[in-house]
T-cell receptor, first 116, second 114 residues
Framework: GAVVSQHPSWVICKSGTSVKIECRSL??????MFWYRQFPKKSLMLMAT?????????EQGVEKDKFLINHASLTLSTLTVTSAHPEDSSFYIC????????????FGPGTRLTVT | KQEVTQIPAALSVPEGENLVLNCSFT??????LQWFRQDPGKGLTSLLL?????REQTSGRLNASLDKSSGRSTLYIAASQPGDSATYLC?????????????FGKGTSLLVTP
């Protein structure tokens, strides 16, 4: 149980285009989901906290107009990278917290974004 | 702000050796601490979660300890195997403002040679 999926697993896009990444909790409800970003040989950095039915909370330095997060249901959160640039190329990982718990999180397999 | 540090950054050992990975954190008021494994280009695999009230957790050849007062945790891997080669990350929850998202260390890259 407690499986989180991400789609796509990898994507290549051209500069200036937008890319949407989906994060789904497959067998549990997740009121809260998190989006992390990981650069090569670096650790995971929290980008934003996504709460179902409300606006996402972004970490300092993360542009909310560039990284659009929508948590429309208890099992789906989406991250849209708008007007992507090569510096947005990274590994994006989501996690989901089981509704009713505070600390137990489950991670998706990640999405590799390459912007050419 | 909570800082999570992992030492060493990289480690290479021959197969069969026992090894210890270290994690330290600056704010001892943590709810739990979690160890993850990450293979190259892949997501995270949760290895062990230690609650703040616990001193250690064991799973197979892995044993994680937690000393909140000193702000330290260790991950002990017994009888290492080449399949253990990966990056190991420790993480502690952030505060409620971030919904208890995880604050990660930079990881220890482990290579176990045959």
């Amino acid at each position: 149980g407690a499986v989180v999926s991400q789609h796509p697993s990898w994507v290549i896009c051209k500069s200036g285009t937008s890319v949407k990444i989906e994060c789904r909790s497959l067998d549990f409800q997740a009121t809260t989901m998190f989006w992390y970003r990981q650069f090569p040989k670096k650790s995971l950095m929290l980008m934003a906290t996504s709460n179902e039915g409300s606006k996402a909370t972004y970490e300092q330095g993360v542009e909310k107009d560039k990284f659009l997060i929508n948590h429309a249901s208890l099992t789906l959160s989406t991250l849209t990278v708008t007007s992507a640039h090569p510096e947005d190329s990274s590994f994006y990982i989501c996690s989901a917290r089981v509704s009713g718990t505070y600390y137990e999180q489950y991670f998706g397999p990640g999405t590799r974004l390459t912007v050419t | 702000k909570q800082e999570v540090t992992q030492i060493p950054a990289a480690l290479s050992v021959p197969e069969g050796e026992n090894l210890v990975l270290n994690c330290s954190f600056t704010d001892s008021a943590i709810y739990n601490l979690q160890w993850f494994r990450q293979d190259p280009g892949k997501g995270l695999t949760s290895l062990l979660l230690i609650q703040s009230s616990q001193r250690e957790q064991t799973s197979g050849r892995l044993n994680a300890s937690l000393d909140k007062s000193s702000g330290r945790s260790t991950l002990y891997i017994a009888a290492s195997q080449p399949g253990d080669s990966a990056t190991y990350l420790c993480a502690v929850p952030m505060n409620s403002n971030s919904g208890y998202a995880l604050n990660f260390g930079k990881g220890t890259s482990l290579l176990v040679t045959p």
